[in-house]
């Protein structure tokens, strides 16, 4: 399951997915995936990134960090 996250994704947002996503099954993977901008900025903080990735640990055992990269290789 993909869940995108940037600087304003709030703590409680990851938090709610990920325990849906735990109702299914704890072991279905969770991608937390970085919003980039057109420019190619990405909109999160590495500090920010891994405190949601510590949240969406709290209730999954596959959790994974993977970059945009349709946007990276310039795919629409």
Do not use: C, N
Not at 38 to 64: K, N, Q
């Amino acid at each position: 399951v993909k869940i995108l996250v940037d600087e304003g994704t709030a703590d409680a947002d990851v938090e709610r997915a990920t325990r849906m996503i735990a109702s299914a099954g704890p072991t279905i993977p969770a991608f937390l995936q970085p919003v980039v901008d057109p420019a190619g900025r990405v909109m999160i903080g590495a500090e920010r990134l891994t405190d949601l990735y510590r949240l969406a640990w709290r209730s999954l055992s596959a959790v994974r960090v993977l970059p945009q990269t349709h946007k990276v290789l310039g795919l629409r």
